[in-house]
């Protein structure tokens, strides 16, 4: 099993722009990296305090992720880090190596994690 990470920002605290922003997130993620729905173990969505509008978890059941267990969580306020960002840690059945994951960072939350992106 291997986690792959990824985030996102949004413009604004909409319900329909958290959801279309974490589909097009969780989307890159399956390309990058050949996933298929089947073989996820359970995603991990976190969101910034002043993110309230929809839960990030339902855009996953929107792309028809149905049976993969999902759960949401809010981050901590940090001072300096991104503002409207969603997080996810998504955990996949792979036989790829650690050094063969592809992390996806999208938007204002591009340069989170530059020692990760591809």
């Given at each position: 099993?291997r986690?792959?990470?990824?985030?996102?920002?949004?413009?604004?605290?909409?319900?329909?722009?958290?959801?279309?922003?974490?589909?097009?997130?969780?989307?890159?993620i399956?390309?990058?990296?050949?996933?298929?729905?089947?073989?996820?173990?359970?995603?991990?969505?976190?969101?910034?305090?002043?993110?309230?509008?929809?839960?990030?978890?339902?855009?996953a059941?929107?792309?028809?992720?149905?049976?993969?267990?999902?759960?949401?969580?809010?981050?901590?306020?940090?001072?300096?880090?991104?503002?409207?960002?969603?997080?996810?840690?998504?955990?996949?059945?792979?036989?790829?190596?650690?050094?063969?994951?592809?992390?996806?960072?999208?938007?204002?939350?591009?340069?989170?994690?530059?020692?990760?992106e591809?």
């Open positions: 099993m986690g792959v990470r990824g985030a996102t920002t949004v413009d604004r605290d909409d319900a329909e722009e958290i959801l279309s922003r974490t589909s097009e997130l969780l989307c890159e399956q390309r990058a990296n050949g996933i298929l729905p089947d073989d996820i173990a359970g995603i991990v969505f976190t969101i910034t305090p002043d993110l309230t509008s929809a839960f990030p978890a339902a855009a059941r929107r792309l028809g992720w149905n049976l993969v267990p999902l759960i949401d969580a809010v981050e901590p306020m940090v001072s300096g880090a991104p503002e409207r960002c969603i997080r996810v840690l998504l955990f996949w059945n792979t036989s790829k190596a650690q050094h063969e994951i592809r992390h996806v960072y999208l938007r204002g939350a591009a340069g989170l994690r530059p020692d990760l591809r």
